[in-house]
Structures are given as structure tokens and as C-alpha cells.
């Protein structure tokens, strides 16, 4: 993969990572239509175990991101290699 598209895949793995990580506290997430209309999306949505899942999901995306950010800064060679003893 070129360069540029690793550093588009790296923002957007930690934008959508942090976004999930926070929205399910929100009172977006418990006040849109879907809740408020559907009685069964409401249940869904604003048990605790789901809000933590969808977190979870957000921290490993944030994960991911550093990860590659990780191996874009070793692949570009900023790192030193370690000198053996």
C-alpha cells in the first residue's frame, strides 16, 4: 500500500475509534428516533453491556491505528535498529 493511503487508513481507524469510544455516552445515543420509536431498539441500545461492546470496538480501533502508525514509522526508517551486544 502507498504511503498516503496508510496515513488516510491511520487517521480514519483513530477517528472512527475515538468517535465510537465516546458516542455510546452521549445523549445522542439515547435520544434519536430510532430509540424513541422502537421499543426493542431502545432495550438494545441503552443496555450498558451493548454501550461497553460498541467502546470496545472503538478501543480497538484506536489500537489498530497506533499499531500501523507504529510500522509506517519503522517502514520509513526513523527508527535505529538495536545495536547487538
Known amino acids: ?7 488516510i487508513y ?3 481507524c483513530f477517528e472512527l ?3 465510537l469510544v465516546a458516542l455510546p455516552w452521549t445523549s445522542i445515543w439515547s435520544k434519536n ?3 424513541t420509536q422502537y421499543p426493542w431498539v ?3 441500545a441503552l ?3 451493548v454501550r461497553g461492546a460498541v467502546s470496545g470496538i472503538g478501543l480497538a480501533d484506536v489500537w ?9 514509522r519503522r517502514q ?3 527508527v535505529r535498529p538495536r545495536s547487538s551486544r
Request: hydrophobic share 70%.
Open 33 to 35: 428516533f430510532f430509540v
Open 47 to 49: 443496555n450498558y453491556f
Open 10 to 12: 491511520i487517521l480514519l
Open 64 to 72: 489498530l491505528a497506533i499499531f500501523e502508525l507504529w510500522r509506517l
Open 76 to 78: 520509513l526508517g526513523l
Open 42 to 44: 431502545s432495550s438494545i
Open 17 to 19: 475509534g475515538a468517535f
Open 1 to 7: 500500500m502507498s504511503r498516503p493511503l496508510i496515513i
